[in-house]
């Protein structure tokens, strides 16, 4: 029987990352179909029909045929329909989707560019660079008095406010940010690492199309 989920992006993206990892951790398999970005792939008619923004993530749901984008929005989709990581009441659902916002405004940022301009992806001067390590200074001292005395984000287990934020903060070694001086964050990384299903960015995602296993 082929796999329910048909996700569409490129190994090195955050945000195709968190989505393969949320499937990962559910225990779902997915085909894969990899995207060539740098052939402009996400601006041809026959992609941008099935996601208005031209980017990846893409996800095909196969049961209902929805074609879905925006990461966080793909990962609150999938904790409603698979029943996982969505929190246990509603009050943890709403922390979790503050947490997803805040990423989004205040974290993402500035860790997935400085991670783009030490790749060779993005371009920009010290000028940027500096106010991107003032900015993911600032947010890291919020999560991690946030994870002081908690072992996930929301509530008393893994939610996608967890997932998300790990699919940042996964890249911040390649954005050559340190995240050992915010120890509450490091504690719950190895956590994070520890769970099944856990796969890094490296190993998730091949650089070519793949049927699932
Ligand atoms: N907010 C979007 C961001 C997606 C995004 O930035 N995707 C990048 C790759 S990491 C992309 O498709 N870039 C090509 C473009 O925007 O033209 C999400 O979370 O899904």
């Known amino acids: 029987m082929p796999a329910r989920f048909e996700l569409h992006g490129i190994a090195f993206s955050g945000p195709t990352y968190k989505v393969g990892l949320m499937l990962s951790l559910a225990g779902e398999a997915f085909d894969y179909v990899h995207v060539p970005l740098r052939e402009g792939a996400h601006k041809q008619p026959a992609y941008l029909a099935k996601q208005r923004y031209g980017q990846v993530p893409l996800l095909v749901d196969r049961n209902n045929g929805r074609h879905l984008c925006q990461s966080a929005a793909i990962l609150e989709y999938l904790a409603d329909t698979l029943g996982k990581f969505g929190g ?58 946030h994870l002081a005395g908690r072992n996930w984000i929301v509530g008393e287990d893994v939610t996608i406010a967890d997932i998300d934020i790990f699919g940042v903060l996964a890249f911040a070694g390649e954005a050559e940010i340190d995240l050992s001086p915010y120890a509450h964050v490091s504690a719950w990384l190895k956590r994070m690492e520890a769970l099944p299903g856990m796969k890094l ?13």
Not at 118 to 135: D, H
Not at 201 to 213: G, H, K, T, V
């Open 201 to 213: 960015p490296q190993n998730l995602l091949p650089m070519e199309s793949r049927i699932a296993a």
């Open 88 to 145: 246990a009441t509603l009050e943890e659902r709403l922390q979790g989707r503050e947490w997803l916002y805040w990423d989004f405004d205040r974290l993402a940022p500035s860790i997935y560019r400085t991670r783009g301009v030490k790749r060779g992806f993005r371009q920009a001067g010290p000028g940027i660079l500096e106010m991107y390590a003032a900015e993911a200074s600032t947010a890291l001292k919020v999560l991690d008095q």
